[in-house]
C-alpha cells in the first residue's frame, strides 16, 4: 500500500512538471499569428501579433488589391506594427508573412477605406456633412451615425479579435484538472458503495 | 462593418481543410454522420471494456493519466504553417492498457468544452483515433516493456511512443477520407507535421519508463495490475 501512495506521489510530480513546461515556454505556446488592419484617413495602420501577446517583428506584410496583384510591400517595426497609404480604392488584402511558414491576413473592404475618407477618388463624407446647410437629410444622419459607431468601435472590435486567438488560460486548464480529480473522487465513491 | 473581415482561424470554413489535415484532434462539422456513429460505437466499446477493469486502485492512476493527456496537447512545438502538440497516448496506454479509453475521454470531453479543441459530436472518433493506438501499443510493446533486459525495455518504451503517435495520425486519415480528402495526401500532411512529435513522444515514454521502472518496478512485473 505504501508503495501505491509513492507511485502516485511521483505521478503527480511529473504532471506538475509538464504543467510547467507549458506555461514557462511562451514562445512554444505562440503558435497562431494574426494581423489586424484599420484605417485612418487616408492610411491604413497594421498591428501584428501572435497568439499570447508576443509582437510579430520584422514580419513581411503585402498588400493586394482584390484581383489579387500585390501593391506594396513592407516589414513591421519592432512593435509589429506597419502602415501604408492607401494606394488605390479597393478592397485591400493584407497578408502577414512571419517567420516559420505563420500567414495570416485581413481585409479591408473597400467601403471601409471610402467611409474613412480614405483615396482621392472616393467621395469624402465628412466634407459632404460640413457643406450641408442646415436640414440634414436622413442618408446624411445614417452615416454619420454609422460613421462614429465605426470609430467608437473599433477598438471593441480589436480586442474581439484579440481574444479570438487567445490561448487557454491558466484559469481554465487547472479548472479542468480540477473536473478530473473530481469525477476521480465520484468515481470511486461509487466503486466503494457498491461494495458494501 | 464587423463580419466584414477575414480570420484567418479554424472558423473560417476556408482554412478549415487545410487546418485540419495537420491536427490530431478532428473539428467540429468535419465528419459525416456514419463516420461520427461508427467512432462512437468503437470508443464504446472500448470505455466498457475499460470500465470494467477498473477498480478501487486504478482509478487515481486513471485521472492523474487523464489530467497528463489534458495538459500535454497545451505543449505546442510550431512546425510548417502550423503547430502540433504532445499527445502522450503511448505512455498512457502502456500504463493503463484498456484504462486508457475511459481516461483519454474524459480529458478530451474537457478539452472540447473548455477549450473547443474538437467537439462534442466528434468525441467518439477523436476518443478512438487517440486511445486505440494506446491499446494497441500496450499489447505489443507492454510485454518487452516489462522484460528484465534494460535495452530492449527502453527501446519498446520508445518505439511505443513513437507508434502509438503515428497510429493516431494514420487513423486520423482514415477518418478524414469521408470528406472526400484522399487518405494519401491527408496521411502524408498528419504524418510529416507528427514526425518531430513521435520522437520526442518516445524520448519521452522511453524516460518516464526509465523513472517509473526504478521507482516502482511493480509496475511492469509481472501481470499488469498487480503490482502493489
Not at chain 1, 501572435?50 to 496583384?69: E, T, W
Amino acid at each position: 500500500m505504501e508503495k501505491g501512495h509513492k507511485i502516485q506521489f511521483y505521478l503527480i510530480i511529473i504532471y506538475f512538471a509538464s504543467v510547467l513546461v507549458a506555461f514557462n515556454n511562451p514562445p512554444a505556446l505562440a503558435h497562431k499569428v494574426m494581423i489586424f488592419a484599420w484605417v485612418e484617413g487616408d492610411t491604413v495602420f497594421t498591428e501584428s501579433k501572435f497568439s499570447g501577446g508576443k509582437r510579430a517583428i520584422n514580419a513581411q506584410v503585402l498588400v493586394y488589391d482584390r484581383d489579387g496583384r500585390q501593391l506594396l510591400e513592407g516589414k513591421t517595426d519592432k512593435k509589429g506594427n506597419f502602415s501604408f497609404k492607401i494606394p488605390k480604392l479597393t478592397d485591400l488584402k493584407i497578408v502577414l508573412n512571419a517567420a516559420m511558414g505563420h500567414k495570416a491576413e485581413w481585409t479591408v473592404p473597400e467601403s471601409q477605406i471610402r467611409e474613412a475618407g480614405g483615396a482621392a477618388k472616393g467621395k469624402n463624407p465628412v466634407e459632404t456633412i460640413k457643406h450641408a446647410d442646415v436640414g440634414l437629410s436622413k442618408e446624411e444622419i445614417k452615416e454619420l451615425i454609422e460613421e462614429s459607431l465605426d470609430r467608437k468601435l473599433r477598438p471593441i472590435e480589436r480586442m474581439m479579435a484579440e481574444q479570438q486567438f487567445k490561448g487557454p488560460s491558466v484559469t481554465e486548464i487547472i479548472g479542468g484538472i480540477g473536473y478530473i480529480f473530481g469525477l476521480m473522487g465520484v468515481a470511486i465513491y461509487f466503486k466503494n458503495r457498491g461494495k458494501k | 462593418m464587423i463580419g466584414n473581415r477575414t480570420f484567418l482561424t479554424a472558423q473560417n470554413p476556408k482554412y478549415k481543410n487545410i487546418n485540419q489535415s495537420e491536427k490530431m484532434h478532428i473539428s467540429e462539422g468535419v465528419l459525416s454522420a456514419p463516420v461520427l456513429a461508427t467512432g462512437a460505437a468503437l470508443a464504446i466499446v472500448g470505455i466498457s471494456v475499460g470500465l470494467k477493469e477498473m477498480d478501487n486502485e486504478k482509478i487515481p492512476q486513471v485521472a492523474v493519466l487523464s489530467s497528463v493527456f489534458f495538459v500535454a496537447s497545451l505543449i505546442h512545438v510550431p512546425i510548417g504553417p502550423s503547430s502540433v502538440h504532445l499527445i502522450l497516448n503511448g505512455i498512457n496506454g502502456l500504463l493503463l492498457g484498456w484504462l486508457c479509453f475511459p481516461s483519454i475521454l474524459v480529458a478530451l470531453a474537457l478539452q472540447a468544452i473548455l477549450f473547443q479543441f474538437g467537439g462534442i459530436t466528434v468525441l467518439g472518433v477523436n476518443t478512438v483515433t487517440m486511445a486505440l493506438p494506446g491499446v494497441i501499443c500496450y499489447f505489443v510493446f507492454g510485454k518487452l516493456v516489462r522484460q528484465q533486459n534494460r535495452l530492449i525495455s527502453l527501446a519498446a518504451a520508445f518505439a511505443c511512443g513513437f507508434f502509438s503517435v503515428l497510429l493516431s495520425g494514420i487513423l486520423v486519415a482514415v477518418a478524414l477520407l469521408s470528406t472526400g480528402e484522399s487518405f494519401i495526401s491527408a496521411a502524408k500532411l498528419i504524418l510529416l507535421a507528427h514526425i518531430p512529435v513521435m520522437i520526442i513522444e518516445g524520448i519521452i515514454t522511453l524516460f518516464c519508463v526509465a523513472f517509473l521502472k526504478r521507482v516502482k518496478p511493480e509496475l511492469f512485473g509481472g501481470v499488469y495490475g498487480k503490482g502493489s
